[in-house]
């Protein structure tokens, strides 16, 4: 089963991904910083990130950047989440080395043909 | 008297010549002559006529040396280089009484006896040329005798006589001695009493000018005695005092203020006798009361004893306020923050005020004079000043628009820049320039990005949980749900979008306002309308609406922002599927029309209310009857496309006709895909 770890600063948009993630049948492990999201990827393993790009502290940029910089999980997929549907943010995380993008407000469903795209591309079963 | 001077004397001396001739043993001929002296005298003291008494003399001397002809005259020897011989009395007139012309030759011996002061005796008919008289170039002359009128060894006159009866002696000459002095007495006191009466009216004349000059000398003037009573005032003063001054004292006039300084002032200008080093600037106190300003000189009046003094004053009001008004005008100028300049109309500067001097890193006194305005400007400033500024304002006389300064430390200060003309020296208009720092005004709208970033970002994220939770409700992943449930739901779910929609199209708006200057690229029409088409197919199959695409083969490119241009098309697209019933159909459109493109989206919808039709521009305007039918919208779709359209230099124009259908057209600049250029401005 594949493992997400989803990134969001805010409790109910994190709640909704992960209880839609499951509702889907993926485990979910998740994060409410930056940095807890840089310190759950030291600790165990998963298949992709849901990154939410706008967090105080250690921002999605960052946590992008940092996850491509470290050989063992360089490979991980990564969506972003953006609240600003600008194309200056959408490029700046796909610079960063983002695998895909969705815009706030999301649907689910979209998030979730989002994530089973990502990592049927990185060859994880979902 | 001076009047009685010349005849008191020359009574005198006809008196002394007389007693000498009785004194020395008369001759008849002296007994004659002595008659003769005393008539004229008489004649002259008692009527003082010279014309009269010229014509005594001569009748008196031709009777005593038995004469036909003869003639007196008066001799300057004064007045120029030139000896001056001016004819007094003549007779000349033959034994008919007609008139004898003199003889030509009368002159040659006048000059003689004034040449030499010397009686010259020409006893009978003598041919000229002979001996010591010089050649005359006439026939004889039947005798001459001329006479020098000599007083206190001056040559004053000559007489001459003619044609006698006896040749002339020498002895006659010296007899006639008392008589010739006694005329010469008598002409020398003609000259005094004529060179008296001519420095007489000189010095009248001289008075009137003086009086005349006081009287009308703008200025005001005021003759004051020693004591400070004034004696004298002229026209200007008295206009200017409202009052005769005169028998008033002077520092009467002087306000309360002044007064004590101003008396000190003259009691020391009496006793030093010098006049101010420079006007004195008094508070001059009208008879009613009213006061001005007035610049003073004053100066002692030398003359025998007296402590006189003249002031010579003028009212300086409008020289002071204007003054005053450059002083306030120059304060403005170096109190005001802006950067303003002022110099020939190529940029080279003659003055830079203070906060110029600051935004551009001079000090206050550094010369700006080998200065070019394009010098205090960072390089691309500077060459859009030299290729742009300088000649719109040569041209137009006005340009304005943002521009940047070179900061004290090389740094660029953006400034919004008014340039325009002045009048200037002569015929040549000056350049002026003010630039206001734009410096806080970059900052508040970089903050007002910010905060629009951050409302973006606040209100996204609660309506992700929103309208997330929503779609798991309906789709049914917390339990089975039943109609009524699923109906109230879809409505919250509408109006979560509908709330979303506004917030995406308020964001473009702000958006569209500050991306006024962003690059343009180019932009294939084709491609943009093909993507539209896309986005809103399925919402056009939903509605049962027919959307058809007619592009021409040419490819259309503007130049600009693609995502703007999608955005604009995008919105005339979905209100035309929004606003056209099933069944309906909407055309999205370009061609060519000259060196433009036109894009237009044409619906068989609702139409719009010609009252109406003005203000679907308007931000949040919503046409009645999109209202009254309940379809959804913010009123904001077509107040992008305005923007767009704006920030792309083209026009939006809506045709619209109820129940028939809308068309709206919008029309871009073609450019080819070199012609990239940086828009605004």
Redesign the interface.
């Known amino acids: 089963m594949a493992r997400v770890l989803v990134v969001d600063d805010?409790p109910?948009?994190r709640s909704?991904?992960e209880?839609?993630l499951r509702?889907e049948g993926l485990e979910v492990v998740t994060a409410a910083s930056g940095e807890e999201a840089l310190a759950q990827l030291s600790v165990q393993t998963v298949d992709l990130v849901v990154l939410d790009l706008?967090m105080p502290g250690i921002d999605g940029i960052e946590v992008c950047r940092r996850i491509r910089d470290t050989a063992e999980i360089a490979h991980l997929p990564v969506i972003m989440l953006t609240?600003?549907?600008?194309?200056k943010d959408v490029e700046r995380g796909l610079t960063v080395g983002a695998t895909d993008y969705v815009v706030?407000?999301?649907?689910?469903?979209e998030l979730m043909v989002r994530v089973r795209g990502a990592l049927r591309r990185a060859g994880v079963a979902g | 008297m001076a009047d009685g001077w010349g005849v008191g004397q020359l009574h005198d001396q006809a008196q002394a010549g007389f007693a000498d001739a009785l004194a020395a043993d008369a001759s008849p001929l002296d007994a004659v002559i002595l008659r003769e002296i005393v008539a004229v005298q008489r004649e002259y003291v008692s009527h003082g006529d010279p014309g009269t008494m010229w014509r005594l003399l001569l009748d008196a001397v031709l009777r005593t040396t038995e004469s036909s002809y003869g003639f007196i005259g008066e001799v300057d020897l004064t007045e120029s280089a030139l000896p001056r011989f001016e004819t007094r009395a003549m007779r000349w007139l033959g034994s008919d009484g007609e008139p004898v012309p003199p003889h030509p030759d009368i002159g040659l011996l006048i000059s003689q006896v004034i040449a030499t002061g010397e009686p010259l005796v020409l006893p009978s008919t003598v041919r000229l040329g002979d001996g010591a008289i010089e050649s005359g170039r006439f026939g004889p002359i039947d005798g001459f005798l001329g006479l020098p009128l000599t007083s206190s060894e001056r040559l004053v006159g000559v007489m001459g006589v003619t044609a006698p009866a006896r040749p002339y002696r020498r002895e006659l000459a010296a007899a006639l001695q008392p008589l010739l002095s006694a005329c010469a007495s008598i002409v020398e006191a003609i000259q005094s009493t004529r060179a008296r009466d001519r420095a007489m009216v000189a010095l009248e004349d001289t008075a009137a000018f003086l009086t005349a000059l006081f009287d009308s000398a703008p200025d005001g003037l005021l003759v004051v005695d020693e004591a400070g009573t004034v004696v004298r005032s002229n026209p200007a003063a008295r206009s200017m005092l409202g009052v005769e001054p005169v028998d008033r004292h002077v520092i009467d006039f002087v306000s309360d203020r002044q007064r004590r300084a101003i008396e000190m002032r003259l009691a020391r200008l009496v006793r030093s006798g010098d006049p101010l080093d420079e006007p004195l600037m008094i508070e001059v106190v009208r008879a009613d009361g009213r006061a001005f300003p007035a610049e003073t000189s004053i100066a002692p009046i030398r003359r025998g004893g007296g402590g006189h003094l003249i002031a010579m004053f003028r009212d300086v009001t409008d020289r002071i306020e204007a003054q005053r008004a450059v002083a306030r005008a120059a304060e403005i100028l170096d109190a005001a923050p802006d950067f303003i300049a002022w110099g020939t109309i190529d940029g080279r500067l003659h003055y830079l005020n203070r906060g110029g001097r600051r935004m551009a890193g001079l000090s206050r006194v550094e010369p700006v004079h080998e200065r070019n305005l394009a010098d205090l400007c960072p390089p691309w400033a500077a060459r859009h000043l030299r290729e742009v500024v300088l000649p719109a304002v040569a041209e137009e006389g006005t340009w304005a628009g943002e521009s940047a300064v070179r900061g004290a430390d090389g740094e660029e200060v953006p400034v919004s820049l008014a340039a325009f003309t002045i009048a200037g020296d002569g015929h040549r208009p000056y350049l002026a320039v003010v630039a206001r720092d734009l410096t806080d005004r970059l900052a508040v709208e970089e903050m007002k990005d910010a905060l629009m970033?951050n409302v973006?970002?606040e209100l996204?994220?609660?309506?992700?949980?929103?309208?997330?939770?929503l779609?798991?409700m309906i789709?049914g992943?917390f339990g089975p749900i039943n109609d009524e449930q699923a109906e109230a739901l879809d409505i919250v779910l509408r109006n979560?979008d509908r709330l979303?929609e506004l917030i995406?199209e308020i964001?473009q708006l702000a958006?569209l306002e500050r991306d006024r200057d962003e690059p343009r690229l180019p932009v294939v029409l084709s491609e943009v309308i093909e993507r539209v088409r896309e986005a809103v197919a399925v919402r056009a199959a939903d509605a049962g609406v027919e959307l058809t695409v007619d592009v021409p083969d040419e490819v259309l490119v503007v130049a600009g922002d693609p995502?703007q241009l999608e955005m604009a098309i995008s919105n005339l697209a979905t209100n035309g599927v929004k606003f056209t019933p099933e069944g309906g159909r909407v055309t999205l459109r370009a061609f060519r029309q000259d060196d433009v493109a036109v894009v237009e989206v044409e619906d068989t919808g609702i139409g719009i209310p010609p009252d109406d039709l003005d203000r679907v521009f308007d931000r949040f305007f919503r046409a009645t009857n999109a209202r009254s039918r309940q379809i959804q919208g913010t009123g904001l779709g077509l107040a992008i496309v305005d923007a767009v359209a704006r920030n792309h230099g083209g026009t939006v124009s809506i045709v619209s006709e109820p129940g028939r259908g809308t068309t709206v057209t919008l029309t871009l600049s073609l450019s080819g895909a070199d012609q990239v250029v940086r828009g605004g401005g």
């Open positions: 805010d109910d948009v909704l991904v209880l839609k509702l706008m609240a600003r549907a600008q194309e706030k407000p999301f649907s689910p469903r | 970033s973006s970002h996204r994220t609660p309506l992700t949980s929103i309208i997330g939770y779609e798991l789709e992943s979560g979303l995406n964001l958006r995502h």
